[in-house]
């Protein structure tokens, strides 16, 4: 089972910008999806961003669409973030979680099915004020 640890959260000024990390340990994230998600206070968890890591192929929530990028690294197992243009709204604890690819085959979905995520990391938290 693959391991997810979190970084690069941390209090930032409208306007800014911040790249957060998932870096997993344990497997390679080849057979998996990756979501990156966030959890407001008082509101419900929200997919905002996921990748197939071994195409690279990406669905990004409208909500933050132009302003969220996920990407991949396959050298360091690692997925990221980046966040520009960062809004108070944006306050929020961000997790990422894996999905096995061969579960989103299964049930014939794309990588934004949010509720099939099973793995999660701890979460780094992201504070837009000023």
């Known amino acids: 089972q693959v391991q997810l640890v979190e970084s690069g959260g941390g209090l930032v000024q409208p306007g800014g910008s911040l790249r957060l990390s998932c870096a997993a340990s344990g497997g390679t994230l080849d057979y998996y999806a990756i979501g990156w998600f966030r959890q407001a206070p008082g509101k419900e968890r929200e997919g905002v961003s996921c990748?197939?890591?071994?195409?690279?192929?990406?669905r990004t929530a409208d909500s933050v669409k132009g302003r969220f990028t996920i990407s991949r690294d396959n050298t360091k197992n690692t997925v990221y973030l980046q966040i520009n243009n960062l809004k108070s709204e944006d306050t929020a604890v961000y997790y990422c979680?894996?999905?096995?690819?061969?579960?989103?085959?299964?049930?014939?979905?794309?990588?934004?099915?949010?509720?099939?995520?099973?793995?999660w990391g701890q979460g780094t938290q992201v504070t837009v004020s000023s």
């Open positions: 990748i197939t890591f071994s195409d690279g192929n990406t």
């Open positions: 979680a894996t999905v096995p690819r061969r579960t989103l085959q299964a049930a014939s979905a794309t990588c934004d099915t949010y509720y099939l995520y099973l793995y």
